[in-house]
């Protein structure tokens, strides 16, 4: 057997079964959010609770701590895309897909990677953070593009093919191959969803 082989074998003897959980309700969260269906949500809550003790079990602390952020997400977004939107009359109807001007996403991005530059300098200053840099900027960049999702904002797609390239790294490099694996498969959802949101789009606002 291969040195390559062998890797892949300890590998997957490491992986718990727990993280096999996880793995396959984000991949039905992902795919539930490419339908726009309300229980993507419920996948996505339970899978952010199970990702919230396997990154504090290998140190990556804004891992930790973005998935609080996404347990509060997965409600607000439940109650979103229940009926976040409203027609002329006022009434509460299903949230609709919308596009930000350059001006929002200049400003999003600004301040993503200002955010990340500073948690980074206070990760590296206070504790031992595996990878500040890189675990900060998913982290932030992850924040902004989740609440993107919520309010349907179709570019959230495009943000998230970055933020998951960025991530399949630091999953490697924290032995999290499983976790790994799902984004790499988050990557192909992640095109097909733009596009499909896309249509979508065209469809109601042409």
């Known amino acids: 057997m291969s040195s390559a082989e062998d890797s892949i074998t ?11 959980i996880a793995v396959l309700l984000g991949i039905t969260y992902l795919l539930l959010a ?16 199970i990702f919230l003790y396997l990154f504090w079990d290998v140190n990556l602390l804004m891992e930790s701590a973005l998935q609080v952020y996404y347990l509060a997400m997965a409600v607000y977004g439940w109650w979103q895309w229940r009926g976040g939107g409203s027609n002329s009359q006022g009434a509460a109807v299903e949230l609709p897909i919308t596009r930000w001007p350059l001006r929002n996403h200049i400003l999003a991005i600004g301040g993503v990677v200002l955010a990340s530059l500073l948690s980074a300098a206070l990760l590296a200053q206070y504790t031992q953070a595996a990878l500040p840099l890189l675990d900060s900027f998913t982290t932030w960049g992850s924040i902004l593009t989740t609440w993107m999702v919520t309010r349907k904002i179709l570019e959230n797609w495009l943000y998230w093919l970055v933020i998951d390239s960025a991530s399949i790294y630091l999953y490697l490099d924290r032995g999290l191959y499983l976790t790994a694996v799902l984004f790499v498969a988050y990557l192909v959802i992640v095109i097909f969803g733009y596009r499909k949101w896309l249509q979508h789009y065209r469809e109601t606002s042409g």
């Open 10 to 20: 300890l590998a997957l003897q490491a992986m718990s079964a727990w993280e096999v």
């Open 34 to 49: 490419v339908r726009e269906s309300l229980w993507c949500w419920y996948a996505a809550f339970f899978s952010t609770a």
